[in-house]
């Protein structure tokens, strides 16, 4: 699991039934800005600023990392945007690039999927904590989601959410956040899980 200036991250597959479509591919990608370190902070608001950057793709261990075309998704801070992977990364001429620590990870899908910014259902986000409340990490403490922020992902044109990047708590320990960071989910079968 990756924290801190390395998004803690999180990506379930996007729910299916047998009459459904298959779950689209994702992977996880990190963009590094460029030029002069951004100062981080952890408890200041959403603080993007224009970057150029790299992204770095982070596939899971059995997943095959993408090449070509993809589309890249930070809904906290409204970005879709296009990029070409080559052995696991991309140049980017610009990015919002959040100062806040541990803010820098992105959705990466494939080309041509269809992103929509949908505002996230409460059920959803209350599927969303629950999920990540049976990660040792947040060491199932309630406090530790209460100030979570979520951005929703719909890709199959439905207007709900299909995916999700979060930003809060990442580590709690001794009755406080000792990290904060991010989590990508996806819904799976009904309900929000994590791969990680």
Known sequence: MLMGMRAVVILVALGAT???APAPQAWIGQVQPAGEALAPCADCKLS????????????????????????LVQPLVGIVLGAHV????????????DQRDGDNGVLVLPPGTAVHLVPAAPADVAGIKA???????????????????VG???????????????????????????????????????????LE
């Open 18 to 20: 047998a009459a459904a």
């Open 131 to 149: 999920a990540l409340l049976r990660n040792e990490v947040l060491a199932h403490v309630g406090k530790a989601v209460a100030k979570l922020e």
């Open 48 to 71: 993007p600023v224009q970057r150029g950057g790299t992204l770095v793709v982070l596939p899971p261990k059995d997943v095959a990392p993408p090449v070509g075309d993809v589309v």
């Open 152 to 194: 929703a992902i719909d890709v199959d044109g439905d207007g709900k959410a299909d995916f999700a990047v979060t930003y809060g708590c990442a580590a709690w320990g001794d009755g406080a956040c000792q990290l904060h960071g991010q989590f990508m989910l996806a819904r799976r079968a009904g309900k929000w899980v994590e």
């Open 86 to 97: 080559d052995k696991g990364r991309a140049a980017l001429a610009w990015f919002l690039a």
